[in-house]
């Protein structure tokens, strides 16, 4: 028997069934009788909770930042009405700090033999699974003295995807994405591009570029111009290791790297490439492989949700061999990692050899804003402390960076809010040097 809370002597009375009170509690039903009788009947006219029926529907992905709607439809198959409250439990981070109670919380009255629905709105602040706790009901007698409480377990499960936020960038990477592509006219040059069509030389154009046999056959000089392969294969390698759980601003470093990664693919889908995904540090925790281009966003969004930072060293080793299975051809491959000297130095040179051999490969950082804002500090010793230790930093950064274009690498090193753009102009400018 729950309590209802009115008072502490019906609450004293309401916990005790009559059957067991200890005989210092006679005195006290030999007075309050009528009392006591009166709870006892509440209770028994309280709708049983354990023969409730739950089904549950609604939503099962929802972008972080965005709401969920979670629909638990209760079905009374007694032949009390059913009075009650019903908490729908799930993980604190399934709402905003200080919604819950008003989010998970519901009143019902629900005649014998019928149904209601009740909608509860999740809007999570992390990415992965959230899962349903559990359901917890109190139902109340028509008097509202006394009430019987029990708990359901009803699954569901709604996975929270990561939020996109570079989309806004993509627009504009597509018109020069299209200038590239030949739509507009411009003119492209490099190894491993297609030749489009001919045109009039203007000033400025390369030379190499002219076509001296439509030269010949024509009063003005001809140029060749050019347009990026397509159907070239891009993987992208996410390291999920130590490194990666770093926080730089609010988030860690991993969902940034995501977002780049998210940004990138939908460039590329529509630059007709194919792109893959790798996620890895000592073991593989996620992989797309051989989707087609109107499929791998989606398909790389679902499997980003539920990766999160692991506190190990990456197996820099392990990864490079997962990435040269994955990459059977010449590829673009993407390592979106840190440029710390100590991984770096350790454990990304002596593997690079293996993948520039045969692939172009390029390096995505994110980037701390708050060195840069220390660097330029000045007025107090303090500040001028801080800045030295970030000019230090920057600088060991920048030789960090270098190590890895001296071995043919290309190197993108950006704040968090700059990185996806960033990555994405990089794609373009190998493309149009004719490096894809």
Known sequence: MALTGRTALLAALGSLPVGILAPSWTGMLAVNAPLSLAILCDYALAAPVRTLQFTRSGDTTVRLGDGAEVQLTV???SRRRLRAHLRDAWPPSSWLTGTEQAASRHTLDIPAGERRRVTTLLRPTRRGDRRAEQVTVRSYGPLGLAARQGNHHVPWTVRVLPPFTS????PSRLARLRELDGRTSVLTRGEGTEFD?????VPGDDTRSIDWRATARQSAVAVRTWRPERD??????????????????DVPRLDAAMDAALLLTALATRAGDRVDLL?????????VQGRAAGE??????????????ELVETDVRGL??????SAPRRSLIVLLTSLDATPVEEGLLPALPRLTQRHTVLVAAVADPHIEEMAGGRGTVDAVYEAAAATQAQAQRRRTA????????????????NLAPALADAYLALKAAGRL
């Open 167 to 170: 989309r806004k960038h993509l």
């Open 197 to 201: 069509s001919l045109r009039a030389y």
């Open 320 to 325: 490079s061999a997962t990435a040269l299975a």
């Open 402 to 417: 270098e190590q890895l274009q001296r071995h043919g690498v290309v190197v993108v090193d950006a704040t968090p809010d």
């Open 232 to 249: 070239r294969h891009i993987l992208i390698v996410l390291d999920t290791g130590r490194t990666s759980a770093g926080r730089v601003g």
């Open 75 to 77: 079905t009374n198959p």
């Open 279 to 287: 996620a890895h540090d000592r073991r593989t925790r996620a992989q």
């Open 296 to 309: 791998v966003l989606s398909a790389m969004v679902t499997a980003m949700a539920p990766l999160e930072p």
